[in-house]
């Protein structure tokens, strides 16, 4: 402690300086009252060599002299830290003089500023915010977010795991999506406690309460805003669909269950709030219809993939599913499974034959119809029996010449049943091609679709 009374003002005992390479010496406004008062860092790491100090006990402050010019560019912080505690004990009846008092009085004043300054640096909720606001964190647990309660009274962790839904956004789009860069992180360290004030980013102030939001850091990292889940999915993943499942009802109808999904341009978050059945009336024999979700909760089928031709959708769209109808202009009943962005319609365990003959079988590649949605790519899982007195072999192709695993029967006298076959059918016309190898005229094959994928 100095002899002389330092006079403490109104300051923030912290400064910053951004070096240029070439000074030295860095000053500080505010008093200290030892050396060891003062801490410096150079970007987040801690200095404690290759420097000296001046300006002990002098009210104006002094200065931090560097042995060698901090590099260019290097964030220079000169921050005061003192041990919370008295540094003086009066005892009864003994002097009191006034140099002690105001020393006391200087050095519990410097540590009430210090304080300020670190919670100035902390969480904190509005002035006008309600009485009845818990600030206390919840039991941190990885992949939860931070949400205020129904009553927006308190902050909890989120029901969704959100690992679990980067990683449902990942597969559907093909891609690695960060998870952890999605969940913010929750500092679970008293908000009064000095190393978690320094931490926490400068000048952080939660925004008004909202009941079921989450909070989201703004893009300037200025603060947090608060989003609901359809804004975060939307920020999130392009090409977002949750929900939305279709069932078979009848030959001109099916079902769609309630969901979200981003639309197609990736601008509008839509939504299909109670189950809907969706009728196709005036239907033509084998054509590919395109079922879209618009806003308001509207249904609609188009026979362009692009929604061109949808009369009643005419803001934000997107595809939700795509079907063809057979020879009757009917629906085939199917069922169907949604994972992310990807439809599996499943045609039961008898399927549809696309191919049935004894004689006549090609031996060359020929065209056969697929009964598949045209204008996009489909996974197709097929079936074959493959009969015949000798060696066979029958093989599939798509238009750009992938070939399937070949089916072949080396023993003559074994029946091959319902050997499975899955590839891409990269073409938009709604075929592949089939050949037999063998040319005896003792043989005979089929081919069944039991189902196909494709994406919405």
């Given at each position: ?131 009845n606001i818990d600030m206390t964190l919840p039991t941190a647990t990885a992949g939860k977010a ?179 109808t057979d020879g009757s202009a009917n629906l085939r009943a199917f069922n169907s499974q949604r ?118």
């Open positions: 402690m100095t002899t002389e009374h330092i006079k403490i003002g109104d300051i923030t005992p912290r400064v910053r300086y951004t070096a240029n390479g070439v000074l030295s010496e860095y000053s500080f406004s505010f008093p200290i009252f030892n050396e060891t008062d003062i801490k410096v860092y150079f970007n987040d790491n801690l200095q404690e060599t290759n420097y000296s100090i001046s300006g002990v006990g002098n009210s104006n402050g002094g200065s931090v002299i560097f042995n060698t010019p901090p590099t260019n560019e290097t964030i220079i912080t000169i921050l005061r830290d003192l041990s919370i505690k008295r540094t003086t004990d009066f005892q009864e009846g003994g002097a009191f003089r006034a140099n002690v008092i105001n020393d006391e009085l200087d050095y519990q004043t410097a540590c009430i500023q210090q304080i300020s300054d670190n919670i100035s640096r902390t969480v904190t909720i509005p002035p006008y915010a309600a009485d931070l949400i205020w309660n129904s009553n927006a009274t308190g902050l909890e962790n989120s029901i969704e795991n959100f690992n679990e839904i980067t990683q449902t956004i990942s597969n559907s789009v093909d891609e690695t999506i960060n998870a952890k860069d999605i969940t913010l992180a929750a500092k679970n360290e008293a908000i009064t406690a000095k190393d978690t004030a320094v931490s926490i980013a400068n000048n952080i102030n939660l925004p008004n309460i909202t009941a079921n939001t989450y909070l989201k850091a703004k893009s300037d990292a200025s603060g947090y805003e608060a989003k609901s889940i359809g804004e975060l999915a939307a920020d999130i993943n392009k090409g977002y669909i949750n929900g939305l499942d279709i069932s078979y009802l009848n030959s001109t109808s099916m079902q769609i269950s309630t969901g979200v999904c981003l639309s197609d341009d990736n601008s509008t978050m839509l939504s299909l709030t109670s189950n809907t059945n969706a009728v196709l009336s005036s239907a033509t024999a084998n054509t590919t219809y395109h079922l879209f979700l618009g806003e308001n909760n509207i249904l609609e089928f188009a026979q362009n993939i692009n929604g061109s031709d949808l009369v009643n959708i005419t803001g934000a769209k997107r595809r939700i599913a795509s079907f063809i994972t992310g962005n990807k439809v599996r319609v499943d045609l039961g365990s008898s399927g549809l034959i696309l191919f049935n003959a004894t004689s006549s079988l090609p031996t060359s590649f020929a065209d056969l119809f697929c009964a598949v949605p045209t204008g996009l790519n489909c996974n197709l899982t097929l079936a074959t029996d493959l009969v015949s007195s000798t060696d066979s072999i029958m093989l599939l192709k798509d238009k750009t010449n992938n070939l399937s695993p070949s089916v072949n029967r080396t023993n003559s006298s074994v029946l091959i049943s319902k050997q499975f076959i899955t590839f891409l059918k990269s073409d938009n016309l709604g075929t592949i091609q089939h050949k037999c190898t063998t040319t005896s005229v003792d043989y005979n094959y089929t081919i069944t679709l039991l189902g196909f994928e494709y994406e919405v």
